[in-house]
């Protein structure tokens, strides 16, 4: 495949960083809520993924996630869109059953490109026992790769992304900052063995994270990806609690703060700025700081609310594969804010 366009030339954008801004999506979805009585989560919802009960027991989960590349390499590409897409079905507590591919592509590239890509995908697949069973795909300006996953849960056993409880603990499970270091990337000013350590962070699973949940009294999950960790988190308060985020115990990749402080930024970050306005105050901490809280993440970390009193077990736990996850926060009484900084 010598002298093949990259996979990056026609690409504005990547990852996560694609998405609509959370405001403007706002309204788009509003009123869209369906009737059915067996949807236990539907559009109405900022959730992770849709729920729909299917006997006393169990309910399917379902979600969709696909996006332009954010890397050169075809199969590292489809593996991070992979396990970004499962990781909504992690997120909402469930067990990952089955997925389609979705896929648009340019008619003049080399089809070759596209079957990397699907292998990066189903490679991520196999590691999480999920069938590929299919897909749809199209010719496009622009590659586009991603899933629509299948699960399945104990509907008593669903996490939602909105319900801590006051004193829950909060743990992150992989460092912020892959947003940054990929502008970094794209201005050609990131160091190749920086970018590497992102982007083998974008390819885990969550799966061995998830997998531990079940042992603790979890309150709320969800997974940080294109809204970044402040408004992820201010999705979780929902207007009913603050939770305090401490900043020393953030886990980041040094090198996106070197870069932000370089003001190698993302337009979507912008956008989530926008969007929290004066419901996070973040005036008071370093701009770099704020560039991380806001940083578009691709395939980021679980973002799991849990009992005070099984945080550091649970901790221990998720860090025997996950290394770099920390207690970053807690949730506390509503105050003026609904994210304060300690």
Same mark, same amino acid.
């Given at each position: #495949?010598?002298?093949? =366009?990259?996979?990056?030339?026609?690409?504005?954008?990547?990852?996560?960083?694609?998405?609509?801004? +959370?405001?403007?999506?706002?309204? &788009?979805?509003?009123?869209?809520?369906?009737?059915?009585?067996?949807?236990?989560?539907? =559009?109405?919802?900022?959730?992770?993924?849709?729920? *729909?009960?299917?006997?006393?027991?169990?309910?399917?989960?379902?979600?969709?996630?696909?996006?332009?590349? #954010?890397?050169?390499?075809?199969?590292?590409?489809?593996?991070?869109?992979?396990?970004?897409?499962?990781?909504?079905? *992690?997120?909402?507590?469930?067990?990952?059953?089955?997925?389609? /591919?979705?896929?648009?592509? +340019?008619?003049?590239?080399?089809?070759?490109?596209?079957?990397?890509?699907?292998?990066?995908?189903?490679?991520?697949?196999?590691?999480?026992?999920?069938?590929?069973?299919?897909?749809?795909?199209?010719?496009?300006?622009?590659?586009?790769?991603?899933?629509?996953?299948?699960?399945?849960?104990?509907?008593?056993?669903?996490?939602? /992304?909105?319900?801590?409880?006051?004193?829950?603990?909060?743990?992150?499970?992989?460092?912020?900052?892959?947003?940054?270091?990929?502008?970094?990337?794209?201005?050609?000013?990131?160091?190749?063995?920086?970018?590497?350590?992102?982007?083998?962070? #974008?390819?885990?699973?969550?799966?061995?994270?998830?997998?531990?949940?079940?042992? *603790?009294?979890?309150?709320?999950?969800?997974?940080?990806?294109?809204?970044?960790?402040?408004?992820?988190?201010?999705? #979780?308060?929902?207007?009913?609690?603050?939770?305090?985020? *401490?900043?020393?115990?953030?886990?980041?990749? +040094?090198?996106?703060?070197?870069?932000?402080?370089?003001?190698?930024?993302?337009?979507?970050?912008?956008?989530?700025?926008?969007?929290?306005?004066?419901?996070?105050?973040?005036?008071?901490?370093?701009?770099?700081?704020?560039?991380?809280?806001?940083?578009?993440?691709?395939?980021?970390?679980?973002?799991?609310?849990?009992?005070?009193?099984?945080?550091?077990?649970?901790?221990?736990?998720?860090?025997?594969?996950? +290394?770099?996850?920390?207690? &970053?926060?807690?949730?506390?009484?509503?105050?003026?804010?609904?994210?304060?900084?300690?």
């Amino acid at each position: #495949m010598e002298n093949l =366009p990259s996979l990056l030339d026609n690409c504005a954008t990547g990852g996560c960083g694609a998405k609509i801004g +959370p405001g403007e999506l706002a309204g &788009i979805l509003s009123g869209l809520q369906g009737s059915d009585k067996n949807l236990i989560v539907g =559009p109405g919802s900022r959730d992770d993924a849709a729920v *729909y009960r299917i006997d006393d027991k169990r309910s399917l989960i379902s979600t969709i996630d696909f996006f332009p590349p #954010m890397v050169d390499d075809a199969k590292s590409f489809g593996r991070i869109a992979a396990a970004n897409a499962i990781s909504d079905v *992690y997120a909402m507590g469930g067990t990952p059953l089955f997925a389609l /591919n979705i896929v648009c592509f +340019p008619q003049t590239m080399d089809p070759g490109v596209m079957r990397d890509i699907m292998e990066g995908g189903a490679e991520k697949c196999s590691e999480a026992g999920v069938s590929v069973a299919g897909g749809h795909s199209i010719y496009d300006k622009e590659i586009k790769y991603g899933l629509c996953v299948t699960g399945i849960a104990e509907t008593d056993g669903i996490y939602r /992304n909105n319900t801590p409880r006051k004193s829950d603990k909060l743990i992150l499970t992989k460092p912020l900052g892959t947003g940054i270091i990929l502008a970094a990337q794209r201005a050609g000013a990131a160091r190749q063995t920086e970018v590497a350590e992102a982007v083998s962070g #974008m390819e885990r699973l969550n799966k061995y994270a998830a997998e531990k949940l079940a042992r *603790y009294d979890i309150g709320a999950c969800t997974d940080v990806t294109g809204f970044g960790l402040l408004i992820h988190l201010l999705e #979780m308060t929902a207007e009913n609690v603050t939770a305090e985020v *401490y900043c020393a115990d953030l886990p980041f990749f +040094p090198a996106a703060r070197e870069y932000a402080e370089e003001y190698l930024l993302t337009a979507a970050g912008q956008r989530n700025r926008n969007f929290a306005g004066s419901r996070a105050d973040t005036d008071g901490l370093p701009f770099w700081m704020q560039e991380l809280l806001f940083d578009p993440q691709t395939s980021g970390g679980l973002l799991i609310a849990v009992d005070p009193g099984q945080a550091e077990a649970l901790l221990e736990d998720i860090r025997r594969d996950d +290394p770099l996850a920390a207690i &970053i926060g807690c949730i506390g009484r509503r105050r003026e804010k609904e994210i304060i900084f300690g």
